[in-house]
């Protein structure tokens, strides 16, 4: 997980737990962190089976760390959901584009937030 907001952290694991998504959840709080834990896996670390990537990060914005993560060796074809308070349409085509495989955008209620939950039981039921 790429996020820098310890309520969205807190409320992501909560969404997970909630579904029944039995995983180990790494969490990194900056875009130049996220690049770092890429670029190690390069080395030999292996690649998660889902990213959760916030696009409004401190050092490097989250579609930078998705261009990043794309020409990483290991990495590169790594599943990533989007999981930000944006809803942008051009900022989701351009995350499309990166191969993105899913958007959520932070609800303000609680029971909105656990729908993230089944998206990442999804996604990682598909691999």
Request: hydrophobic share 35%; charged share 30%; proline share 3%.
């Amino acid at each position: 997980m790429v996020e820098d907001s310890k309520p969205d952290v807190f409320l992501i694991r909560e969404a997970i737990k909630t579904a029944g998504v039995n995983a180990d959840v790494h969490v990194v709080h900056d875009g130049e962190q996220a690049t770092e834990f890429f670029d190690s896996s390069d080395d030999g670390r292996t690649c998660p089976d889902l990213i959760l990537l916030d696009l409004n990060l401190p050092k490097e914005s989250g579609e930078d760390v998705l261009r990043h993560l794309r020409k990483s060796a290991t990495c590169r074809d790594a599943r990533v959901l989007v999981v930000t308070s944006s809803d942008s349409i051009i900022e989701r085509q351009a995350m499309d584009s990166l191969g993105a495989c899913g958007y959520f955008r932070k609800p303000g209620e609680y029971s909105e937030y656990l729908k993230l939950g089944v998206m990442v039981k999804e996604l990682l039921c598909d691999c």
